[in-house]
């Protein structure tokens, strides 16, 4: 087994998985040089000191800081400093040395070449390897203006409660649409927070912005028809993907791939007022990212079951005949932490023993 495959089987063992394929191996190839990839293999899912990665790879010292120092410029391994000292640690294929290599914007021959590869993999075997357990990665947070103010809401509903808790934000370019290309709507409004945020303006791949930007960022996204999504966990916000259904991973989990795990739904959906509504279509022709909404008699219907609560419908609806009404059926609630949910998704996919084992490595 050469070291490609066994950095395979490395990021395999973490909750988004990394299945094996002949386009993740050419991938890998591009990304990794194979010094780099031997350094890579003593690094686990947690940040290790230059010392424990280079006993673990046995590989100097003072390559192993370069190699590390090397692969986090380029956005492959993840860097931070912790009371004076570099830690490095492995990236999960999504979110991570999928996106990152393509935040400064691609338009080489290797971005081109990548996105041919990351397109193959999708169908082929990520796609349905990232949605694949019962407890989704992602969820969608409905636009906030939409949800009945009325009705109890949690936290974790509410985007600008929960950037209240950030301390650093940062914006990148979208990787799905910049590799993808499928669209025209706007890559500008990837947004990262804290440690993550952290990391990526470091070194160069997204850039500071204060939490008026970010609220901007995400008006702009709505505008636009974009769907909020984040990390499916209550706790803190790690990321905020503005996602089309025919650029981004997360979508087209459901939209082409027909995945029913690829995220979760909101516990809202869109209700249609018959009486007040004119049949225009602009829910359908325009909005709604998956089909949920029909025009049928010259009235908007919508199919609860598809609806995945965005709440994108009713912002445009110029009679205000959408609104957003909890589901009859409760939603689960997102694990409580990142951690939790993590540990979740690795048990149900069968390999949280792993997953730990690399952790603490």
């Known amino acids: 087994m050469d070291r490609y495959e066994q950095l395979q089987q490395l990021l395999h063992k973490h909750p988004t998985g990394a299945p094996k394929s002949n386009a993740f191996t050419e991938i890998l190839q591009i990304l990794f040089t194979p010094e780099e990839v031997k350094v890579a293999l003593g690094m686990g899912f947690a940040p290790r000191s230059i010392q424990k990665i280079a006993e673990s790879a046995g590989v100097p010292e003072d390559e192993v800081a370069l190699r590390c120092e090397t692969m986090a410029n380029k956005g492959i391994v993840f860097s931070r400093e912790k009371n004076g000292e570099m830690g490095y640690a492995l990236l999960p294929t999504i979110p991570g040395i999928f996106e990152f290599p393509f935040m400064k914007g691609g338009g080489t021959a290797m971005?081109?070449?990548?996105?041919?590869?990351?397109?193959?993999?999708?169908?082929?075997?990520?796609?349905?390897?990232?949605?694949?357990?019962?407890?989704?990665?992602?969820?969608?947070?409905?636009?906030?203006?939409?949800?009945?103010?009325?009705?109890?809401?949690?936290?974790?509903?509410?985007?600008?409660?929960?950037?209240?808790?950030?301390?650093?934000?940062?914006?990148?370019?979208?990787?799905?649409?910049?590799?993808?290309?499928?669209?025209?709507?706007?890559?500008?409004?990837?947004?990262?927070?804290?440690?993550?945020?952290?990391?990526?303006?470091?070194?160069?791949?997204?850039?500071?912005?204060?939490?008026?930007?970010?609220?901007?960022?995400?008006?702009?996204?709505?505008?636009?028809?974009?769907?909020?999504?984040?990390?499916?966990?209550?706790?803190?916000?790690?990321?905020?993907?503005?996602?089309?259904p025919c650029c981004c991973t997360i979508l087209r989990g459901m939209v082409q791939l027909h995945n029913p795990n690829a995220f979760a739904k909101s516990r809202w959906q869109a209700e249609v007022d018959p009486d007040e509504c004119t049949g225009c279509g602009i829910c359908e022709q325009e909005r709604c990212p998956v089909g949920a909404a029909k025009v049928i008699d010259s009235t908007a219907r919508i199919d609860s079951e598809r609806c995945?609560?965005?709440?994108?419908?009713?912002?445009?609806?110029?009679?205000?005949?959408?609104?957003?009404?909890?589901?009859?059926?409760?939603?689960?609630?997102?694990?409580?932490?990142?951690?939790?949910?993590?540990?979740?998704?690795?048990?149900?996919?069968?390999?949280?023993?792993?997953?730990?084992?690399?952790?603490?490595?």
């Open 308 to 361: 995945i609560g965005c709440g994108l419908c009713v912002t445009t609806c110029q009679n205000q005949a959408v609104k957003m009404v909890l589901r009859k059926t409760a939603m689960p609630q997102p694990p409580a932490t990142i951690q939790e949910m993590g540990i979740t998704v690795a048990s149900q996919k069968n390999r949280l023993e792993d997953f730990l084992a690399h952790m603490g490595r």
């Open 111 to 244: 971005h081109e070449r990548l996105g041919k590869l990351w397109e193959e993999y999708h169908h082929e075997a990520m796609g349905n390897e990232f949605a694949g357990s019962q407890t989704p990665l992602t969820r969608v947070i409905p636009i906030q203006q939409t949800i009945d103010t009325t009705v109890e809401i949690f936290t974790y509903e509410e985007l600008s409660k929960m950037m209240d808790n950030v301390k650093t934000f940062a914006l990148a370019q979208c990787a799905c649409r910049v590799s993808v290309g499928a669209c025209h709507k706007p890559k500008d409004v990837c947004l990262l927070f804290d440690t993550t945020a952290e990391f990526l303006i470091q070194r160069g791949f997204a850039q500071r912005i204060t939490r008026e930007q970010a609220m901007e960022a995400l008006r702009k996204a709505e505008e636009a028809g974009l769907v909020h999504t984040t990390n499916n966990s209550q706790d803190r916000l790690n990321f905020v993907c503005n996602c089309c």
